[in-house]
């Protein structure tokens, strides 16, 4: 099994950046495709990016971030990032690591581990 822990959420101002981090514990995470994912108060849980397990060859985004944000993992370190740049008020959400044995799996929100999520809150 794997076990995942986010870190790296706060308060930034409309415009700044940050990067978000999701430690992997256990075993087989190099064998995990690796996916974000945000929910907004009183709103449903939207997929935000996703990764392969192997080196990152295949990546996919929501429409909303493209451009902004860049997904990446690190194998040796078990650990995927998301990198968020401009970020807006629209991005203010709790950002959760997924991951799973199926990419396409994970795009759809029924990967099979879950982080326990980091507040992202943007001002303007």
């Known amino acids: 099994q794997v076990q995942l822990a986010e870190s790296g959420g706060g308060l930034v101002q409309a415009g700044g950046s940050l990067r978000l981090s999701c430690a992997a514990s256990?075993?087989?995470?190099?064998?995990?495709?690796m996916g974000w994912f945000r929910q907004a108060p009183g709103k449903e849980r939207e997929f935000v990016g996703a990764?392969?397990?192997?080196?990152?060859?295949?990546?996919s985004y929501v429409d909303s971030v493209k451009g902004r944000f860049t997904i990446s993992r690190d194998n040796g370190k078990s650990t995927v990032y998301l990198q968020m740049s401009n970020l807006k008020s629209e991005d203010t959400a709790v950002y959760y690591c997924?991951?799973?044995?199926?990419?396409?799996?994970?795009?759809?929100?029924?990967?099979?581990?879950w982080g326990q999520g980091t507040q992202v809150t943007v001002s303007s």
């Open positions: 997924a991951a799973g044995s199926s990419l396409g799996l994970v795009i759809s929100g029924t990967a099979d581990y």
């Open positions: 990764i392969s397990w192997y080196a990152g060859s295949r990546v």
């Open positions: 256990g075993r087989t995470f190099n064998s995990y495709h």
